[in-house]
């Protein structure tokens, strides 16, 4: 292990602690340590690529499609598409600012605002998140894979 002091946070000329200090505390973990500067490689268009790809998926067409079915133009359909993941992408930055400014992943960002046990909360909110969608996701993929079985084979 590395001979890396760690500054304490008390200021200068105070008492600086081993990072094998840091690495022997129940609270560490190689997957929640800080990512090095040299090791972010993302730039600008990953991150809009990124965006663009978890903006243009089945569900937002579904969306865009069922606006226009309940009277939308298409392109009041597009625009409100757009401003909805517009939207959406102001505190999706806010909320990743700090891991890829710092390389901080968001587990460590939570315990900053809600402590070590309160940080499970906004955990379990992203985990629900998760489940929902994968929900959404599952139930589309099953429409589907039901329309191309009953287009290949219909019922007789």
């Known amino acids: 292990m590395s001979d890396t002091t760690i500054p304490s946070a008390t200021g200068p000329g105070e008492q600086a602690f081993q990072a094998e200090e840091v690495r022997t505390s129940s609270l560490y973990n190689e997957d929640l340590a800080p990512v090095p500067a040299e090791r972010r490689t993302w730039g600008t268009y990953n991150y809009a690529a990124l965006w663009i790809a978890m903006s243009v998926n089945i569900p937002t067409y579904l969306l865009a499609s069922s606006m226009i079915a309940g009277g939308m133009s298409w392109k009041q359909a597009i625009f409100t598409v757009f401003l909805g ?46 489940c929902g969608w994968f929900g959404i996701q599952t139930w589309i993929g099953g429409e589907a894979i039901f329309t191309m079985i009953a287009a290949l084979a219909p019922a007789a």
Do not use: K, Q, T, W
């Open 85 to 130: 993941n517009g939207l959406v992408l102001i505190p999706m930055l806010l909320n990743a600012h700090a891991g890829a400014e710092y390389g901080i992943p968001f587990p460590i960002f939570a315990r900053s605002a809600f402590g070590v046990l309160g940080a499970n909360v906004p955990a379990m909110l992203r985990a629900l998140v998760a």
